[in-house]
């Protein structure tokens, strides 16, 4: 009896500890999510994020109707001959991506966000209170990865969905209306909230890595729009600058929303692959630095 109770004892306190470790999880979710929700500038930054996804596919699809009408009534193309109708078709190609356009102004908020999710309370040392109630530190940065990808893809999906709702009657008078299940565009409005997402885990683990608000998202942007530039004028030196500038996330993302690629650039799914690459890297580098360094 003396050698049981105290091997009872211990298969008891080891169910519990596995039983909580799920518990804990969710409650870190939880608290995350209370955090995240409680801040003005969050309610700011993601209005201005989805205001923005909206208006740059609203001034996308005024292009596309300016560029259709103009056609139309000065094009050199004899009506229904193969050259009008494969030029049209390409203005239907390009109205039906109008609706994920607005990732390109908001991925830089978003990772912003993102990177002030972690970098604030390094700044502010409220990451050792936060580290004090979720002892597992893997499970504190997995659960703040998890409540800002998951905000950043729902503010994705519906500023897409938004987007499309806004551009059909604006595209109707000119025949380039479509219906919400044409080719590729439910597909186009779920990888704008994807991208958004692996954005997010990208610009929270910088701001991981670097500890900083101000240093994550100078590095974050600097990779999103610094970083293409430098590249591209490097391509013009070498091709093998223009190949490598695919293969950056912002470029990887466009090909990843995009209704049809060009035959020089990635194809959705590879784009998709290469932007979920940086954001696990990046991810996994975070991990391993929350890990090993002290708070």
Same mark, same amino acid.
């Given at each position: 009896?003396?050698?049981?109770?105290?091997?009872?004892?211990?298969?008891?306190?080891?169910?519990?500890?596995?039983?909580?470790?799920?518990?804990?999880?969710?409650?870190?979710? @939880?608290?995350?999510?209370?955090?995240?929700?409680?801040?003005?500038?969050? %309610?700011?930054?993601?209005?201005?994020?989805?205001?923005?996804?909206?208006?740059?596919?609203?001034?996308?699809?005024?292009?596309?109707?300016?560029?259709?009408?103009? %056609?139309?009534?000065?094009?050199?193309?004899?009506?229904?001959?193969?050259?009008?109708?494969?030029?049209?078709?390409?203005?239907?190609?390009?109205?039906?991506?109008?609706?994920?356009?607005?990732?390109?102004?908001?991925?830089?908020?978003?990772?912003?966000?993102?990177?002030?999710?972690?970098?604030?309370? %390094?700044?502010?040392?409220?990451?050792?209170?936060?580290?004090?109630?979720?002892?597992?530190?893997?499970?504190?940065?997995?659960?703040?990865?998890?409540?800002?990808?998951?905000?950043?893809?729902?503010?994705?999906?519906?500023?897409?969905?938004?987007? %499309?709702?806004?551009?059909?009657?604006?595209?109707?008078? @000119?025949?380039?209306?479509?219906?919400?299940?044409?080719?590729?565009?439910?597909?186009?409005?779920?990888?704008?909230?994807?991208?958004?997402?692996?954005?997010?885990?990208?610009?929270?683990?910088?701001?991981?890595?670097?500890?900083?608000?101000?240093?994550?998202?100078?590095?974050?942007?600097?990779?999103?729009?610094?970083?293409?530039?430098?590249?591209?004028?490097?391509?013009?030196?070498?091709?093998?600058?223009?190949?490598?500038?695919?293969?950056?996330?912002?470029?990887?993302?466009?090909?990843?929303?995009?209704?049809?690629?060009?035959?020089? @650039?990635?194809?959705?799914?590879?784009?998709?692959?290469?932007?979920?690459?940086?954001?696990?890297?990046?991810?996994?580098?975070?991990?391993?630095?929350?890990?090993?360094?002290?708070?």
């Amino acid at each position: 009896m003396t050698t049981t109770a105290p091997t009872s004892r211990r298969a008891t306190a080891a169910a519990r500890q596995e039983s909580g470790a799920g518990l804990t999880f969710l409650r870190a979710v @939880h608290a995350e999510w209370i955090k995240l929700t409680s801040l003005r500038s969050s %309610y700011i930054i993601l209005t201005i994020a989805f205001l923005g996804m909206v208006g740059i596919s609203l001034l996308s699809t005024l292009s596309v109707v300016d560029m259709a009408s103009g %056609y139309i009534a000065y094009g050199a193309d004899p009506a229904g001959s193969e050259a009008q109708l494969g030029t049209v078709e390409e203005f239907g190609v390009m109205a039906r991506g109008v609706a994920s356009n607005g990732i390109v102004i908001a991925q830089f908020l978003i990772a912003s966000l993102a990177v002030m999710q972690i970098g604030s309370e %390094y700044g502010t040392r409220m990451i050792t209170t936060t580290l004090t109630a979720v002892p597992r530190r893997i499970t504190a940065v997995l659960a703040k990865t998890l409540v800002i990808a998951g905000t950043s893809f729902v503010v994705g999906v519906v500023g897409a969905l938004i987007s %499309y709702a806004i551009a059909q009657p604006m595209l109707e008078p @000119h025949g380039l209306n479509y219906p919400l299940i044409a080719d590729g565009v439910i597909r186009g409005i779920v990888s704008a909230g994807v991208y958004l997402a692996l954005i997010a885990v990208l610009g929270l683990s910088i701001g991981a890595l670097l500890r900083n608000s101000a240093g994550g998202i100078v590095t974050t942007l600097g990779v999103l729009t610094v970083l293409p530039i430098i590249v591209a004028i490097l391509s013009g030196v070498n091709d093998l600058f223009r190949d490598l500038g695919l293969f950056l996330p912002s470029s990887a993302g466009m090909d990843m929303v995009a209704i049809r690629t060009a035959q020089d @650039h990635l194809t959705q799914v590879q784009g998709g692959l290469v932007v979920l690459g940086w954001a696990v890297v990046a991810l996994a580098g975070a991990l391993i630095s929350v890990k090993r360094r002290d708070a």
